[in-house]
């Protein structure tokens, strides 16, 4: 899990909390399913990204082997 991820979900677990302390309903505001899937979707991003920069890496060193 990335930093970020793990920071948003701190972010969520404590306005679950506040929610709660303020008796705010679960639905209001932007719907709890909608979150995950954007988190999701970070995670991926952030997958793809490393891979690339890996990717990109070797790629680098297998020019200047052949050079």
């Given at each position: ?31 709890q ?35």
């Amino acid at each position: 899990m990335t930093d970020l991820s793990a920071n948003l979900e701190d972010v969520l677990a404590e306005n679950r909390v506040l929610r709660e302390m303020s008796n705010v309903p679960d639905n209001f505001g932007l719907e709890q399913q909608k979150k995950i899937i954007k988190l999701k979707d970070w995670d991926t991003v952030f997958e793809y990204k490393w891979l690339v920069k890996i990717l990109q890496e070797d790629n680098y060193k297998l020019e200047k082997e052949r050079a």
